[in-house]
């Protein structure tokens, strides 16, 4: 399973950014997904996740408003929509999945509990300039 993030670099303060992540090895239709983030100096954060089972959404706190996780199913590909940027979210951004389980958690099991994502990629490091 491989997971490539791209879409990061330098951007300015209050314009939009779209993450991508390419999964291969595994079908993100049919898995949880989510979107995580890290900024220097501090800890990693859930920005979305979506279940394996309805495809439900759940954002990190904070998160709801200015982000939005999407799929499209025939590129294998979850997207992260970033809008209104602000310097407070240079990071670097990560995409995460999971094999779905027999008992189908709800995707804020997956964004709160981090450590139930299998497969991380390399991220893409997202600088905003004010």
């Known amino acids: 399973v491989q997971l490539v993030e791209s879409g990061g670099g330098l951007v300015q303060a209050g314009g939009p950014l779209r993450l991508s992540c390419q999964g291969s090895g595994i079908i993100f239709d049919d898995n949880a997904i989510g979107w995580f983030r890290q900024a220097p100096g501090k800890r990693r954060e859930a920005i979305s996740c979506m279940s394996s089972s309805d495809r439900s959404t759940y954002y990190g706190e904070f998160m709801k408003g200015r982000f939005t996780i999407s799929s499209d199913k025939s590129k294998n590909t979850v997207y992260l929509q970033v809008n209104s940027l602000t310097p407070e979210d240079t990071a670097v951004y990560y995409c995460?999945?999971?094999?779905?389980?027999?008992?189908?958690?709800?995707?804020?099991?997956?964004?709160?509990?981090?450590?139930?994502?299998?497969?991380w990629g390399r991220g893409t490091r997202v600088t905003v300039s004010s």
């Open positions: 995460a999945a999971a094999w779905r389980s027999v008992e189908d958690y709800p995707a804020s099991d997956y964004c709160k509990k981090s450590y139930m994502m299998e497969f």
